[in-house]
């Protein structure tokens, strides 16, 4: 399975030790400061591909009440487990393992929805974007790369080192317009679009 080989235990202990040295990264902290603005006491979360769960902790420590965070890899949950403990959300926050687009039916929706940098890692953008849209009741967030040469170009770059390497796990620069598109179809409206050079952040809410 790509995904294991590349996001492995290894990668886990990475990200748990720059969350702890730095917290998540910039373009999740705006999508989290966003929705902290609009209020998300009580609200519960749902995180699709969080790796070791800095996205859920911060909304957590915001004021959410509780969390359900999936990922496919299977690395991630022995340290996701250690830091929810670490901030004390050891009883609010599930992790589950398993591919979400495949789960979903039996994912209950919740108040606010969570894929940072997971949509460009899933190769069938209508179904993983369509699939985590119709679960919000609220908010989703998304974070996914922008429709540049340049982010192209990594893209394209890092592919080709991941095939020379013999890893089969591919990233994608999905169209934009799609991504709002099959978003909108479920519902929701653009209320926050930031970006840096590479990434795009957005947030919609159900009408
Ligand atoms: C690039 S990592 C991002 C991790 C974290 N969100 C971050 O930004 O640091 C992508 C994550 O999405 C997960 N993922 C990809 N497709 C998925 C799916 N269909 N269901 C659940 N998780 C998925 C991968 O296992 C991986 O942990």
């Known amino acids: 399975m790509p995904y294991r080989r590349l996001f492995n235990t290894k990668q886990a202990e990475r990200y748990l030790r720059r969350y702890r040295r730095s917290g998540v990264d910039k373009r999740a902290a705006d999508a989290i400061g966003y929705l902290s603005r609009q209020g998300i006491a009580g609200a519960t ?5 969080g790796g070791v ?3 859920v902790v911060e909304l957590l420590e915001n004021g959410a009440g509780s969390a359900v965070s999936i990922d ?5 949950e022995p340290a996701a487990a250690r830091l929810a403990e670490e901030h004390g959300f050891t009883d609010r926050i599930e992790h589950r393992i398993g591919d979400f687009v495949v789960e979903a039916d039996d ?3 919740t108040d606010v929805v969570f894929l940072n940098r997971v949509v460009c890692c899933y190769p069938h953008m209508p179904a993983m974007v369509s699939a985590a849209a119709t679960k919000a009741d609220r908010f989703l967030a998304l974070v996914y790369p922008r429709e540049r040469w340049w982010s192209k170009l990594s ?3 890092g592919n080709a080192y991941l095939s020379a390497r013999r890893c089969d796990f591919r990233a994608f620069v999905h169209p934009i317009d799609g991504i709002h598109s099959v978003v909108a179809d479920a519902g929701l409206s653009p209320v926050h679009l930031t970006h840096d050079l590479n990434w795009e952040t957005a947030v919609f809410a159900r009408a």
């Open 45 to 49: 979360v749902l995180e699709v591909g």
């Open 53 to 55: 769960g800095g996205v």
């Open 72 to 76: 496919l890899s299977t690395a991630y």
């Open 107 to 109: 994912v209950a929706s």
């Open 155 to 157: 893209v394209a770059l």
